[in-house]
T-cell receptor, first 115, second 113 residues
Framework: GEEVAQTPKHLVRGEGQKAKLYCAPI?????VFWYQQVLKNEFKFLIS????????ETGMPKERFSAKCLPNSPCSLEIQATKLEDSAVYFC?????????????FGPGTRLTVL | DQQVKQNSPSLSVQEGRISILNCDYT??????FLWYKKYPAEGPTFLIS?????DKNEDGRFTVFLNKSAKHLSLHIVPSQPGDSAVYFC????????????FGQGTTLQVKP
C-alpha cells in the first residue's frame, strides 16, 4: 500500500495479559522500524528489520518484548505479560533504504493501555 | 541521557509571522537531522531534513538551519499559517548507521488566526 498501516488503533489489556500489535509497511519498503512514545514524550526506538531479518534491536527491552517480520505477513510487536509502564503509543515506520538520509514514513500508531 | 533536546514545550505565533523552533543535540556522531510534524491521533509526517555537511536547507515556507559548532538546529516557518499548528519533533540519525532516529520531546506550535 501507499501508507504504513497499523492495527489495532487501540488496545486495552489487563496487567499480565499479552498484547500483539501489527504493522504493514509501504509496498516496496525493505526496512521497518518500531518506536514507543510514552505520555506524548519523545519517541524511543525499539527495533528495526531489513525484510524479515532483525537489523537493530538495541532499543528492545530484554524481557517480555519480541518482534517479527515474516514474508507475506504484517510485521508484529508482541508484549508478553504487559505492565502498566508499557502503556504508550507504538509507532511503526518503513523506509526503502536504511541510509540516514532516507525518509521514514510513519503509521498512525497503536495506543496500548494497560490497566 | 537525552541526546536531542527541544527546550521549548510550546510556541504561540500570529498568522503570517515567523515561527522558529529550536533543537539542541549532544552527540557529535549525528550526521543527519530531520523535522517531523505531528497532528493528534496521527503518526509523524516528515517535513524537512538537513545533512551535517550543510548549514541550511530550504523547502517552500520551511527552512532548517544547522550550526554544528553549537550543536544546534532550528526550523523556520514563514509565513506561519493556522494549519501549521501541530507538534514538531526534531530527530537525528547517524550515530549507529542503522537508520534509527533519536527524537526530541517535541514543541507544540499554535498559530493564531
Amino acid at each position: 500500500g501507499e501508507e504504513v498501516a497499523q492495527t489495532p488503533k487501540h488496545l486495552v489489556r489487563g496487567e499480565g495479559q499479552k498484547a500483539k500489535l501489527y504493522c504493514a509497511p509501504i509496498k516496496g519498503h525493505s526496512y521497518v522500524f518500531w518506536y514507543q512514545q510514552v505520555l506524548k514524550n519523545e519517541f524511543k526506538f525499539l527495533i528495526s528489520f531489513q525484510n524479515e531479518n532483525v537489523f537493530d534491536e538495541t532499543g528492545m527491552p530484554k524481557e517480555r518484548f519480541s518482534a517479527k517480520c515474516l514474508p507475506n505477513s504484517p510485521c508484529s510487536l508482541e508484549i508478553q505479560a504487559t505492565k502498566l509502564e508499557d502503556s504508550a503509543v507504538y509507532f511503526c515506520a518503513s523506509s526503502q533504504l536504511v541510509a540516514n538520509w532516507d525518509t521514514q514514513y510513519f503509521g498512525p500508531g497503536t495506543r496500548l493501555t494497560v490497566l | 541521557d537525552q541526546q536531542v533536546k527541544q527546550n521549548s514545550p510550546s510556541l504561540s505565533v500570529q498568522e503570517g509571522r515567523i515561527s522558529i523552533l529550536n533543537c539542541d543535540y549532544t552527540n557529535s556522531m549525528f550526521d543527519y537531522f530531520l523535522w517531523y510534524k505531528k497532528y493528534p491521533a496521527e503518526g509523524p509526517t516528515f517535513l524537512i531534513s538537513i545533512s551535517s555537511i550543510k548549514d541550511k536547507n530550504e523547502d517552500g515556507r520551511f527552512t532548517v538551519f544547522l550550526n554544528k559548532s553549537a550543536k544546534h538546529l532550528s526550523l523556520h516557518i514563514v509565513p506561519s499559517q493556522p494549519g501549521d499548528s501541530a507538534v514538531y519533533f526534531c530527530a537525528a540519525s547517524g550515530s549507529s548507521n542503522t537508520g534509527k532516529l533519536i527524537f526530541g520531546q517535541g514543541t507544540t506550535l499554535q498559530v493564531k488566526p
